[in-house]
């Protein structure tokens, strides 16, 4: 039977063997545990095998787990779509929140962010493909939205993030991935906080890093076919 352990081990030789063809540095490439649905025992098992960052979808499951593993020296992501109610506890209780999509939601996170806490890094959802059913803002309103965020003192920018549809072929997919890419590196150019592209999961991981990435959030591959 194969372990956690042992798929954290593939994973992290397909993120090696990505970045040694695409000539990038390993280090620059951070994966992400995504352990929506998993148990305590499961991130345990993780945390053993040496991983820290872990993304979460829903609050109220990730809260749980956030206070049983109170003490570890954990970095928790939100990567899942933000409802205005539940700003406050994002804010209280995580290090970076991945889905910002709109300036409502930035504010709210900015007036929460408890004293005494370091900003709140944020990354700007895009939805690549322009596709109804996700969330995210359509590139060419990035700028606009930015230079919005920008002003705040809370919360602080470090890149984008992007889910492209799942409908897409090898080279759409690679498109998808320059283009954020492109977006990315003129961000950049702009903001001297920005360094994180969040793009990449289970099944797209070499060609979401050899265009570009910094960050893949990977479930499946890690745990296996997601719980109900």
């Known amino acids: 039977m194969i372990s956690i352990a042992d798929n954290i081990k593939n994973v992290s030789q397909r993120i ?6 695409a000539d990038r540095d390993e280090k620059n ?3 992400l545990a995504v352990t929506k649905t998993r148990s305590a025992e499961e991130l345990n098992n993780c945390i053993q095998s040496g991983l820290t960052h872990f993304g979460e979808n829903y609050l109220q499951e990730a809260l749980v787990k956030i206070e049983s593993l109170k003490g570890q020296p954990l970095t928790w992501h ?4 933000i409802q205005s109610n539940k700003t406050r506890a994002i804010a209280e209780h995580f290090s970076w929140v991945h889905s ?6 930035a504010q709210r996170l900015n007036e929460q962010r408890p004293k005494g806490l370091e900003p709140l890094n944020i990354c700007i959802q895009v939805n690549i493909n322009d596709e109804d059913s996700k969330s995210g803002i359509p590139l060419n309103e990035l700028d606009t ?4 965020i920008s002003t705040l003192s809370n919360i602080k920018l470090r890149g984008l993030m992007t889910i492209p549809a799942s409908s897409l072929g090898d080279k759409a997919l690679r498109d998808s991935f320059r283009l954020m890419h492109t977006a990315f590196e003129q961000l950049k150019l702009k903001y001297p906080t920005v360094d994180t592209l969040s793009m990449g999961m289970s099944g797209d991981i070499e060609a979401a890093i050899e265009e570009g990435s910094t960050m893949v959030r990977v479930g499946t591959a890690l745990f296996g076919a997601r719980k109900k």
């Open 16 to 21: 090696q063997k990505a970045t040694k063809f």
């Open 29 to 31: 490439v951070q994966l």
């Open 78 to 81: 939100f990567i899942g779509p």
């Open 100 to 105: 910002v999509d709109r300036l409502k939601i």
């Open 145 to 148: 939205l930015c230079t919005e």
